[in-house]
């Protein structure tokens, strides 16, 4: 049986929770590795468990994001799903996952079964905000169906598809790169990439996304920048449609930097760089921002070592953020 090696990786997502707290990062990527074994030490299980939660509107996204993959695969096969069978499944998987995390299944096997922050950490949520979110769910994939995009996908050539949700991966400065396009395709010569959001726009965030779409992109399938065209839809705005986002060589030259200056971060808190064996717990700081401690799927873990925060009231200031 092949042995699984916690390989050094970066990605936007990892980059961003690099920077909210490093204490955060450490037990994400380092704590975790191995608790999806039940046998697996105490601390090592219950942060596996903790880092595979999702708050509600990380679920929100991961939910649309799903069934809108989905649907694409299947217009892609020659079958169109028509938006009541999309809005249906998507009731289903949320109903389905709710139950599922109300009932702790999560803590038998996190992969599995969605387990939610608010189930987790017993936040007082009213079933109407639980209902909102359902709401704005469907509002998202209604809006994705009723989009010019999607009357041009349904009649657009499949073959020229390139990607539905892939995860894929490519080297810069001796790392892996991770990323995930929502989709892609080639149109008139060119290559289309496409993010779908479901909620706040981040532009700081967007832009270096979307850099490292675009390197990829270059590498992947051999094209030069000027051939790359890149897209956010948010799916959750008033008249959504794809918004162009600039792909320019000052773009790839500012991610590339960000990228770099990332890594470098990170791998100065390992030990080994080789091996991606960490410097103990007490090399990586914890945030300054205490507020944020207050949704972190580690508070668990993370008020034993940490002597600024104490135990908030589970429904402290949770509606502030909705």
């Given at each position: 049986?092949?042995?699984?090696?916690?390989?050094?990786?970066?990605?936007?997502?990892?980059?961003?929770?690099?920077?909210?707290?490093q204490?955060k990062?450490?037990?994400?990527?380092y704590?975790?590795?191995?608790g999806?074994?039940?046998?697996?030490?105490?601390?090592t299980?219950?942060a596996?468990?903790?880092?595979?939660?999702?708050?509600?509107?990380?679920?929100?996204?991961?939910?649309?994001?799903?069934?809108?993959?989905?649907?694409?695969?299947?217009?892609?096969?020659?079958?169109?799903?028509?938006?009541?069978?999309?809005?249906?499944?998507?009731?289903?998987?949320?109903?389905?996952?709710?139950?599922s995390?109300?009932?702790?299944?999560?803590?038998?096997?996190?992969?599995?079964?969605?387990?939610?922050?608010?189930?987790?950490?017993?936040?007082?949520?009213?079933?109407?905000?639980?209902?909102?979110?359902h709401?704005?769910?469907a509002?998202c994939?209604?809006?994705?169906?009723?989009?010019?995009l999607?009357?041009?996908?349904?009649?657009?050539?499949?073959?020229?598809?390139?990607?539905?949700?892939?995860?894929e991966?490519?080297?810069?400065?001796?790392?892996?790169?991770?990323?995930?396009?929502?989709?892609?395709?080639?149109?008139?010569?060119?290559?289309?990439?496409?993010?779908?959001?479901?909620?706040?726009?981040?532009?700081?965030?967007a832009?270096?996304?979307?850099?490292?779409?675009?390197?990829?992109?270059?590498q992947?399938?051999?094209?030069?920048?000027?051939?790359?065209?890149?897209?956010?839809?948010?799916?959750?705005?008033e008249?959504p449609?794809?918004?162009p986002q600039?792909?320019?060589?000052?773009?790839?030259?500012?991610?590339?930097?960000?990228?770099a200056?990332s890594?470098?971060?990170?791998k100065?808190?390992?030990?080994?760089?080789?091996?991606?064996?960490?410097?103990?717990?007490?090399?990586?700081?914890f945030?300054?921002?205490?507020?944020?401690?207050?949704?972190?799927?580690?508070?668990?873990?993370?008020?034993?070592?940490?002597?600024?925060?104490?135990?908030?009231?589970?429904?402290?200031?949770?509606e502030?953020?909705?």
């Amino acid at each position: 049986m092949t042995t699984l090696e916690n390989v050094f990786s970066w990605s936007k997502s990892r980059d961003e929770e690099f920077r909210e707290c490093q204490r955060k990062y450490f037990y994400d990527r380092y704590v975790s590795w191995g608790g999806w074994d039940v046998n697996a030490p105490k601390e090592t299980r219950l942060a596996y468990v903790l880092k595979n939660l999702k708050n509600r509107w990380a679920w929100k996204g991961e939910t649309v994001h799903h069934v809108i993959e989905d649907v694409l695969k299947s217009l892609r096969a020659g079958r169109p799903v028509p938006f009541e069978t999309a809005l249906a499944r998507l009731t289903e998987v949320m109903r389905r996952d709710y139950r599922s995390s109300k009932t702790k299944k999560y803590l038998d096997d996190p992969k599995k079964n969605i387990g939610l922050f608010e189930h987790e950490y017993e936040k007082s949520v009213s079933d109407t905000v639980w209902k909102k979110i359902h709401d704005e769910s469907a509002a998202c994939l209604k809006n994705f169906y009723g989009s010019g995009l999607y009357r041009e996908l349904l009649e657009d050539d499949k073959s020229s598809w390139l990607m539905i949700e892939d995860l894929e991966e490519y080297n810069f400065d001796g790392a892996k790169i991770f990323v995930k396009l929502d989709f892609a395709r080639r149109k008139n010569g060119l290559i289309e990439i496409y993010d779908w959001k479901t909620g706040k726009d981040d532009g700081a965030a967007a832009s270096v996304q979307i850099g490292a779409y675009a390197v990829y992109a270059m590498q992947k399938w051999n094209v030069p920048l000027e051939e790359i065209r890149a897209y956010l839809f948010n799916l959750s705005a008033e008249s959504p449609m794809p918004n162009p986002q600039p792909v320019s060589k000052e773009l790839i030259d500012s991610t590339r930097k960000v990228m770099a200056k990332s890594i470098e971060g990170m791998k100065q808190l390992l030990e080994d760089p080789e091996k991606n064996i960490p410097l103990p717990r007490e090399n990586f700081k914890f945030t300054e921002n205490t507020r944020l401690c207050d949704f972190c799927n580690f508070y668990k873990i993370c008020e034993k070592y940490n002597p600024v925060i104490a135990r908030r009231s589970p429904t402290a200031t949770d509606e502030a953020i909705s």
